[in-house]
């Protein structure tokens, strides 16, 4: 019911006009609010499959930077073996090399000193030593061709390796910390390839007790 005398009236309307603004002020609020609720929801869904694709990611990341980790140790291992490999072939082909120098230093010899009679007699008074540098020659090359044949394959290895090593890095975040391990074994198979090897080490056990009973004989000849 309304007041009956007309200043309380006026009173009551201004303060039911007042709370109903504030009630319709509330309201706007509450929508607003509302609003803001869902925009806030959305966006943390959105942040929530953003963050789970990023899990995802690192795990894969992570994949495969194992995989380019246990390439590189596959590498520097096939590149140690093929290092020694090729210091063997190196070898032998020094070795060759002597017997041949050695060889013909005998026969000019023998031809100087002897002449060309001598000479066969002394052949035919040891046949076993040359029957044992022919074996020892054959043996040489057979071993020459394998280890030619292993490099090969080696190299053909290598450059599969390096194709996976270069495809792994394009896709890893990790590209920039594996670059110097990269470029460290990229340097060594290029100064493999470019016909750097390795010192040998010196004549052990029958050969080198052969190459001095072989320079003996040199030397006692003449």
Request: aromatic fraction near 6%; include cysteine.
């Amino acid at each position: 019911m309304l007041p009956e005398y007309p200043a309380q009236q006026e009173l009551w309307q201004r303060n039911t006009s007042t709370l109903l603004k504030e009630v319709l002020d509330l309201r706007h609020f509450q929508r607003e609010l509302e609003t803001r609720l869902r925009e806030e929801h959305a966006y943390l869904l959105q942040e929530q499959n953003y963050s789970r694709q990023l899990e995802q990611k690192l795990a894969d990341s992570q994949r495969a930077c194992d995989q380019v980790e246990s390439a590189l140790r596959r590498s520097t291992d096939e590149a140690a073996w093929l290092r020694q490999q090729l210091g063997g072939q190196k070898r032998a082909e020094d070795l060759d090399s002597r017997v041949e120098i050695l060889a013909t230093l005998n026969e000019s010899l023998l031809k100087t000193t002897f002449g060309t009679t001598a000479m066969e007699t002394t052949f035919q008074n040891k046949p076993i030593e040359l029957s044992q540098i022919c074996s020892d020659l054959q043996r040489q090359e057979e071993l020459i061709r394998s280890l030619q044949l292993s490099n090969r394959h080696q190299e053909e290895l290598i450059l599969s390796l390096q194709t996976a090593f270069d495809a792994a890095l394009l896709t890893s975040p990790c590209s920039s910390s594996c670059d110097c391990e990269r470029a460290t074994i990229v340097g060594a198979s290029s100064r493999a390839t470019d016909g750097y090897f390795p010192p040998l080490p010196p004549p052990s056990g029958t050969e080198a007790v052969s190459w001095s009973q072989g320079i003996g004989e040199g030397r006692n000849l003449e």
